[in-house]
Every structure is written in structure tokens, then in C-alpha cells.
């Protein structure tokens, strides 16, 4: 006996729609990830995003509004390939955060794309009315605590460095790890990132546990 033909229904052309839709934001989304990172923000153009993934310029502003909020969408998407492995896609805390650094370090060395777009729109973002620059603030401002909270729980109770010194302790730990990652896009040859960024959150680390929380190297005047 034939098997009855059976047609989609509503829900099911729906669902496709809503997968070809959520296909078709992702392409828009590495494209612009791409060209944000080769070109910057201000030079990276939505025409040339949308030739590259086959639409128009009008297709791109339909899924994502404006330049600004497709530029904040590639930010949050390339937060979440961060996290995308992680239990609950959220990073660890006390010493598995700084195990976890290290490790994202080791996985942006074979993602070099990533790395650009995001060294270039944090340096773009410091300059005036950058879209990205409250994205990039209270990034920093979360980082430091998510850090300075990891720091605080690794410390013994007896001598816990003061908020200041945790505050300064991870300030230097977001510092060491942007900045390896210019100098490993300049070259890759001479820089290892993951071993580089191992070293100097080791060597802060044991500063910070050996009570070592001012510098030798600042003046006392």
C-alpha cells in the first residue's frame, strides 16, 4: 500500500525559516568578523560584507538593523565562541579561571581571524563616539572582577591582599594577555602565545600569593 503524501505544516515551514534565518545571520556574522578585523570598523563596509555572503546591502540591514548593532552582534558572537565549550558557557572560577585562560590562549593561537577583529575594534573603540566603546568598557570592568574575585579565592584568608592590589593584579593580567596577543599577530614565529601567557599569569600569581603586591619599580616619591 502507497504511503499517503503528506504535506509540511505551518509549524514545520516555520522552524525551516527560522533555521535558514539563523544560518543566514551566522554568514553575515563571520563575514563581518572577517572584514571588521582586516579593515576596522569605520573602513569595513556593509556592501562588502554583503557581497561576500551574497546579498545586498538592504538583506543585511533587514537581520541586524544598523552598522552599530551588527558590529555589537560580531562582538557578542566572538564572546561566545569563548565560552562555547565551557559548562554552562560560562568561564570557571579560582584557579580553573586561570587554567582557563591559558587555554583560550592556546585555542586563539590556531584562530588567528578572531584575535584581529578583536585587537582591532578594542583599539578602534577608544576613539571618540566608537560604537563599541561601552561594549569594551564594561567588558573590562567585568573581566577585572571575574579576575580580582578568582585572585581573592586563591589568596590564604591570613593574607589577603588588599582590593586594590587584586584590582591591580588582574588590570595586569587582561594587560599581558591583549598584549601577547598584538605581539603573536605581528609574529607568530617568535611569539608563543599560550607558553607567554602562561609565564606571565604564573609569575603574577606568585607575587600576589608571596604577599609581593608593590612594585620595585615605582618610585616612592
Not at 556574522?29 to 570598523?41: K, Q
Not at 562555547?84 to 591559558?102: I, N, R, S, W
Not at 563599541?132 to 567585568?142: G, P
Request: hydrophobic share 40%; charged share 25%.
Amino acid at each position: 500500500m502507497p504511503h499517503a503524501h503528506t504535506s509540511p505544516t505551518s509549524d514545520d515551514n516555520k522552524s525551516l525559516r527560522q533555521r535558514r534565518t539563523a544560518k543566514r545571520r551566522e554568514d553575515i556574522l563571520r563575514a563581518a568578523t572577517e572584514i571588521f578585523g582586516n579593515r576596522g570598523y569605520k573602513s569595513g563596509s556593509l556592501t562588502e560584507i554583503a557581497e561576500q555572503v551574497g546579498m545586498t546591502h538592504a538583506g543585511i540591514l533587514h537581520h541586524f538593523g544598523s552598522k552599530n548593532q551588527l558590529l555589537l552582534a560580531v562582538l557578542d558572537y566572538r564572546d561566545e565562541a569563548d565560552v562555547q565549550d565551557l559548562e554552562g558557557k560560562h568561564p570557571p572560577e579560582g584557579m580553573d579561571l586561570f587554567k582557563h585562560l591559558v587555554d583560550t590562549a592556546r585555542l586563539n593561537s590556531t584562530r588567528p581571524g578572531i584575535v584581529q577583529t578583536y585587537a582591532v575594534l578594542s583599539a578602534d573603540s577608544v576613539t571618540d563616539n566608537h560604537p563599541a566603546q561601552d561594549y569594551f568598557r564594561d567588558r573590562f570592568t567585568e573581566l577585572r572582577a571575574m579576575i580580582a574575585r578568582s585572585l581573592s579565592q586563591i589568596c590564604e584568608p591570613d593574607a589577603m591582599p588588599s582590593s586594590a592590589a587584586l584590582d591591580t593584579a588582574a588590570s595586569a593580567i587582561i594587560g599581558v594577555m591583549d598584549g601577547l596577543q598584538v605581539q603573536w599577530l605581528l609574529d607568530d614565529i617568535n611569539v608563543d602565545l599560550p607558553h607567554a601567557t602562561a609565564f606571565a599569569i604564573d609569575a603574577i600569581l606568585a607575587a600576589l600569593v608571596a604577599g609581593r603586591t608593590g612594585s620595585r619599580l615605582e618610585s616612592d616619591s
